[in-house]
C-alpha cells in the first residue's frame, strides 16, 4: 500500500550496546530506538516506562519506582531528565481515592504527591495507564498501521482478525486513570496478551524485559503494516485522483502568493507563521476524489487532532483551469467561514466550565494539486502539525482500504480540545518573546552587522531569512545561527538585491519556507574608497547599484508581501554615518548612503497609513567582524590617516565623542529596536551609533 511504507519496521535492540546500561538508561535507549521512526509513533506522541527497584533514599530500603516519559518532550531524544519517576506503592494507593470516572481529573493533582526523589520532571496524564498495566515494561506508541485500524468502523473485528487474542482491543476511552484501570483489568483477565489496541487511539505493548516489550511493539506493528499491504493490494487510495497536481514551479508559485495572504487574515493579536508540505502523501490526497467526506470526518487520534484541529480548510480550486486571484480573493470568506463552523462546534460542545473559546481559525489548509499549509504560533509547530496531518492522512489511506474510517465524535473531540488539564498546561506557558511569530529578511545577513543582528532578532524569537551573495559566508552563517537558535528559525537564501529577477524569487522563498514577512533589515554593503578624479563610472554605479538600487529593490518586495498580508510592516535600512556627514575620497558610497536614507524617508511617508515603519540605523567604524573592514578599504582608511592598518580601530575610538568602539552587536541592538514594538510611535527616524560625531548629528 503506498503511504503507510511497504518496508517493514528495522528491529534495532542492540544486545552488545543495552547489556552494560543500568535500568533507566535501557528505558532511555528503548525510547530513542522507538522515536526514531515516525512509523512508530508521532513527534512528541506516546510514552514508555519501566517499573524499576530502587533504593529510597529515606528508608534506604529497596522500592518500586515507576520511570515513565513526562510532560512534553520526543521520545526520539528523551534523555534520563525526561522521565518522571513516581512511587509504585503510592500510585496503587490512589485506587483508594478514586471516586469515579466523573471525577477522573481531580487525580491527576495527586500524581505529585508519589514523586521519588524530589524528581522535578511532571508527570503526564498516561501515567496511571503505565502504572496499572501489571508488568515491568510498557509502551504506548501511535503508529499509522496501528491508527489505521483503532480508527476503522470495525476496528474491533480488524484487530480480532489481525491478531488473534495476542493482542486485545478497547473501546474509545480519554486517557486518565479510567483508560489505566480498564488496562489493568484487560491484562488480568488476558494474561497471554502482549498488548492492546486503544480505539480510536494508538496502542499498548508490554513485556518482561525491555527488548521483549520493545520487539512486541516493533513485531506488532510490523504485523499490522503486512495486513494492510495485503488487504489494499493496487486499490487506488482516497476513491482514485480527481485532478493533476500542478509541476513543482508552479506550487511553489501559488504557495508564495497564498500563504501571506492567510498569514494576515489569520494573525490576531499574534502572529503565525507557515509551512508548506507538497510530499507526495499530501499531493496524492489534496488531489484525491474523496478529499472533502474525509477531510469533513476530521483527525482520529487525540494526539493529532490536538495539533491540527478537528478538521482542515479544503480551498476550492481547480490546478486545470487556475484562477489563483480567484482563491486570494475569496480567502477573507473562506477564512471567516471556517471560523464560524469552529464558534458553531463550540457552542455545540461547550461545558458550564468549559474554558473559553480559543483562536477559531484553521490550522490545515489543503488546496488540491498544490498541496498543504500549515500555520501555528511558531515554526516548529506549524512543521509538526503538518507532520501530524500527514499521520491522519496516512490513517485515512489505511482505514478507507480496508474498511470505514471514522473521525473521533465531536463531543469527545472537544472534551480533549476543552479539557480543563489541557487549559492548565497552555496557562502554564512562558510569555512569548518580544518577537515570536515575526518573520524577519536581513540581506547581507552572512557579513559582520548582518549576522549579529539576525543573532539579536533570533534571541528574541524571530524566523530570519539570511540573505546574501557569498554562498559560503551565507552557508557558515546558517550553520552556526541554526546551532545556536534551531533550524527551524533559520533560512537561507542566496540572492543579489542589485538582481530584480533575484530579488523577486528572494521574497517568494520566504514567503514559502515561513508565510511571509514582518521585518525587512536592508543592510548589504560595501565600502569603497576614491578621490572624485580617480572614481570610475562602475564603482559609481556599484555604489548606487547594491546602495540604492538594491535597497530599492528589497524594500519594493517587501511592501508587496506586507500589502498581501494586511498586517503592518517594518523596515530598517542600515546606511552610514557618511550618509549625513561628508568623508573625503568616498564621494561615491556617501552619496548612495544618502540616497538610501532618503528613500528611508520617503518610504516612512508611503508605509505609515498601512502601518509599515520605516526608520534607518547609521553605524560607522564597525570593525571587527565586517568584511568591509578586512580588505582594501581598511588599508585605504589606514593609509588616509597615514596609520598601520592594526592601530585603526583604535584611531576611530579616540576620535568619536564617546572614546568608545563600536560594535556589530551594538547596530544590531539599534536595529532590534527600531524593529520591535519598543519603538512603535518612530517611523522615519536615524539612530546613529557612531559613539558620538558631532559632524552626523540630525539636528
Ligand atoms: P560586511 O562586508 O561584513 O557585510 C556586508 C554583506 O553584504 C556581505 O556579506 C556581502 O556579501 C553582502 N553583499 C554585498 N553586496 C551584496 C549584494 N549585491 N547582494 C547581496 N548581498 C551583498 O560589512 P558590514 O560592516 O557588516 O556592513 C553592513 C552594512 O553596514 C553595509 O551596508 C555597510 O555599508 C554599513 N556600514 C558599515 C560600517 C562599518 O564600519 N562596518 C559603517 C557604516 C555603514
Known amino acids: 500500500m503506498s503511504g503507510i511504507a511497504p518496508s517493514r519496521l528495522a528491529n534495532l535492540w542492540d544486545d552488545a550496546r543495552a547489556v552494560g546500561m543500568t535500568e533507566p538508561e535501557r528505558l532511555v535507549y528503548r525510547s530513542n530506538i522507538l522515536g526514531s521512526d515516525k512509523r512508530v509513533t508521532n513527534y512528541g506522541g506516546g510514552n514508555t516506562s519501566s517499573k524499576i527497584m530502587e533504593r529510597d533514599p529515606l528508608t534506604g530500603e529497596q522500592v518500586e519506582v515507576l ?19 513516581l512511587y509504585m506503592d503510592k500510585l496503587r494507593a490512589l485506587k483508594g481515592l478514586y471516586r469515579g470516572v466523573g471525577h477522573e481529573d481531580e487525580m491527576v493533582g495527586y ?35 496501528i491508527i489505521a485500524i483503532a480508527a476503522s468502523k470495525h476496528s474491533r473485528a480488524l484487530t480480532q482478525a489481525i491478531f488473534g487474542d495476542e493482542i486485545g482491543w478497547l473501546p474509545w ?73 500542478l509541476a513543482p514551479a508552479e506550487r511553489r508559485a501559488i504557495a508564495a502568493r497564498l500563504m501571506p495572504r492567510i498569514r494576515g487574515l489569520i494573525s490576531g493579536e499574534r502572529k503565525k507563521l507557515g509551512h508548506y508540505d507538497d510530499s507526495s502523501a499530501v499531493l496524492e490526497f489534496v ?40 482563491v486570494v480573493a475569496g480567502l ?16 455545540r460542545c461547550k461545558h458550564p466550565d468549559s474554558p473559553a473559546i480559543r483562536d477559531a481559525n484553521a490550522v490545515v489548509y489543503l488546496m488540491p494539486g498544490v498541496g498543504m499549509f500549515t500555520f501555528a504560533l511558531d515554526k516548529a509547530t506549524a512543521r509538526i502539525s503538518g507532520e501530524f496531518y500527514v499521520n491522519a492522512i496516512n490513517v485515512m489511506r489505511g482505514a478507507s482500504a480496508v474498511s470505514t474510517y471514522r473521525g473521533l465524535p465531536e463531543q469527545e473531540a472537544f472534551d480533549i480540545e476543552y479539557w480543563l488539564l489541557e487549559e492548565a498546561k497552555l496557562q502554564c506557558l512562558p510569555k512569548p518573546r518580544s518577537l515570536a511569530g515575526h518573520i524577519a529578511l536581513v540581506t547581507g545577513g552572512a557579513g559582520g552587522i548582518g549576522r549579529a543582528t539576525a543573532a539579536r532578532l533570533l534571541t528574541e524569537g524571530a524566523c530570519v531569512v539570511l540573505a546574501d551573495i557569498d554562498e559560503a559566508a551565507l ?13 527551524d528559525f533559520v533560512r537561507p537564501v542566496k540572492f543579489d538585491v ?28 560595501l565600502a569603497s574608497s576614491a578621490p572624485i578624479e580617480e572614481t570610475s563610472l562602475e564603482l559609481w554605479n556599484r555604489n548606487m547599484d547594491i546602495l540604492a538600487t538594491g535597497y530599492f529593490l528589497v524594500s519594493r518586495e ?37 540616497a538610501e536614507i532618503h528613500l528611508a524617508r520617503c518610504l516612512a511617508l508611503e508605509g505609515a497609513e498601512a502601518q509599515i515603519r520605516v526608520n534607518v540605523v547609521n553605524p560607522d567604524a564597525v570593525l571587527r567582524g565586517s568584511k568591509i573592514w578586512t580588505g582594501e578599504w581598511k588599508e585605504q582608511r589606514a593609509a588616509a590617516y597615514k596609520l598601520s592598518t592594526d592601530n585603526l580601530e583604535e584611531h576611530y575610538r579616540q576620535r568619536s565623542m564617546l572614546k568608545r568602539s563600536v560594535f556589530p552587536e551594538d547596530i544590531a541592538e539599534a536595529i532590534y529596536f527600531l524593529a520591535s514594538e519598543m519603538s512603535a510611535k518612530s517611523t522615519g527616524n536615524i539612530i546613529n551609533v557612531d559613539a558620538g560625531n558631532a559632524q552626523s548629528f540630525t539636528r
Not at 522535578?120 to 503505565?130: M, Y
Not at 516493533?218 to 485532478?243: C, H, L, M, P, Y
Not at 477573507?332 to 457552542?347: F, G, H, K, L
Open 475 to 487: 552557508a557558515a552563517a546558517n550553520g552556526e545561527l541554526g546551532k545556536r537558535f534551531g533550524k
Open 111 to 145: 500524581l505529585p504527591h508519589a514523586t521519588f526523589n524530589l524528581n522535578p520532571r511532571a508527570a503526564s496524564i498516561d501515567t496511571p495507564l503505565h502504572a496499572f498495566v501489571p508488568r515491568p515494561y510498557v509502551d504506548h506508541m501511535h503508529p499509522d498501521a
Open 67 to 85: 520511570w515513565v516519559k513526562g510532560s512534553g518532550g520526543d521520545s526520539a531524544s528523551i534523555g534520563l531528565d525526561g522521565f518522571a519517576t
Open 558 to 594: 517587501a511592501f508587496k508581501l506586507f500589502g498581501a498580508q494586511k498586517i503592518g510592516g517594518n523596515v530598517v535600512f542600515v546606511a552610514s554615518k557618511n550618509g549625513l556627514a561628508a568623508s573625503p575620497n568616498a564621494a561615491a558610497y556617501c552619496t548612495a548612503k544618502a
Open 173 to 245: 476511552k480519554r486517557p486518565g486513570f479510567e483508560l489505566g484501570l480498564w488496562l489493568e483489568k484487560f491484562c488480568l483477565e488476558n494474561p497471554d496478551a502482549g498488548g492492546v489496541i486503544l480505539e480510536s487511539h494508538g496502542l499498548f505493548t508490554w513485556g518482561d524485559t525491555p527488548k521483549q516489550c520493545y520487539e512486541t511493539t516493533i513485531s506488532t506493528i510490523n504485523r499490522a503494516i503486512a495486513w494492510f499491504e495485503e488487504k489494499s493490494g493496487d486499490r487506488s487510495a482516497f476513491g482514485g485522483q480527481a485532478v493533476d497536481p
Open 287 to 326: 488531489s484525491s476524489k474523496d478529499l472533502r467526506p474525509l477531510a469533513a470526518l476530521g483527525t482520529s487520534c487525540p494526539d493529532h487532532f490536538l495539533r491540527t484541529k478537528i478538521r482542515p480548510l479544503v480551498i476550492d480550486f481547480d490546478p486545470a483551469n487556475p484562477d489563483v486571484d480567484a
Open 332 to 347: 477573507e470568506a473562506a477564512t471567516a467561514a471556517y471560523r464560524a463552523d469552529y464558534a458553531a462546534y463550540y457552542q
Open 498 to 525: 542589485t538582481k530584480e529577477g533575484e530579488v523577486i524569487s528572494g521574497f517568494a522563498e520566504t514567503a514559502v519556507e515561513f508565510g511571509g514577512i514582518d521585518i525587512l533589515v536592508s543592510n548589504a554593503g
